[in-house]
């Protein structure tokens, strides 16, 4: 049994690692994965296992980009880079929206917008907003194309758009982030790197959030899942972001908007299949 529930984590952790970090919607993919494999544990636990296991993939942002996230240099002698400082202060106030609404409501986000239908609706919405943005932007050169180039005022604009995904389920964190980058100027490859360093308080703060309402009281085999799950987000969000950096030098966002749109088409469907049909 306990190896079961192991592999279950694993599966989960590798649809976290892939989905989280393209805008594709993590909730959206999770919640159809989760009609089929159910973990043969608590309700409380299986909700704080699908958001902690956020903090493995948050690492992988750590790895890949330590050189640009960590404002210290020591190699001949001590180095403040200030505009890493200058950087984190903006990620900190492009972070403070979501963060306000996550810890006055979380639990009645969840219960209000938490369901097959909303999902499916931003997914549709926001895959097709990608696709218009995509066109508009078309031929434009970007506004801004490096982090340092990114004033508070737009900080706060794109910390808006992650704000959208924290009530919204199915927007997708990245996705809404992205989109809101792209929209107010930014090139691919800032948009989705400020929105990697921007995860990781995002993710950082609900996990340790989930965490605290859960307990610290946790089984064997509880412990052993979880660390499963973390582990192999972290070990697939190598290799997705390094992925998507690499696409985006070369392509648009585009395909990413076409897949939101079938895949929400998907969801709706299922839960009318589930809900008027079959029932």
Do not use: C
């Amino acid at each position: 049994m306990g190896l079961i529930e192991i592999f279950k984590a694993i599966l989960f952790g590798i649809i976290e690692g892939i989905t989280e970090w393209l805008p594709i919607s993590s909730t959206g993919h999770l919640i159809l994965f989760d009609e089929f494999v159910h973990f043969n544990m608590s309700d409380e636990f299986k909700e704080m296992f699908l958001v902690v296991i956020q903090l493995g993939a948050i690492l992988a942002v750590v790895l890949l980009f330590w050189n640009k996230l960590f404002p210290f240099s020591f190699k001949q002698k001590p180095i403040i880079k200030k505009e890493i400082f200058s950087m984190w202060f903006k990620i900190v106030v492009a972070s403070i929206p979501a963060a306000v609404v996550g810890l006055l409501w979380d639990d009645e986000i969840d219960a209000l917008f938490y369901n097959h239908i909303t999902v499916s609706i931003a997914l549709i919405v926001f895959g097709i907003l990608f696709i218009i943005i995509e066109d508009r932007n078309k031929g434009k050169a970007p506004k801004v194309r490096t982090i340092a180039d990114i004033t508070y005022p737009l900080a706060i604009t794109i910390g808006v758009f992650q704000l959208i995904a924290a009530v919204f389920p199915g927007t997708s964190r990245s996705g809404a982030t992205i989109l809101g980058a792209l929209l107010i100027g930014l090139s691919r490859t800032v948009a989705a790197e400020f929105t990697f360093f921007l995860a990781i308080p995002a993710m950082a703060g609900a996990s340790l959030l989930k965490i605290v309402k859960f307990g610290f009281d946790y089984t064997n085999l509880e412990i052993a899942v979880l660390f499963s799950g973390m582990i192999v987000a972290f070990l697939v969000s190598v290799f997705v972001i390094k992925f998507l950096m690499g696409y985006i030098k070369k392509n648009d966002f585009k395909v990413f908007g076409w897949y939101r749109i079938f895949l929400g088409a998907i969801v709706l469907g299922y839960y009318v299949i589930n809900t008027f049909i079959i029932k």
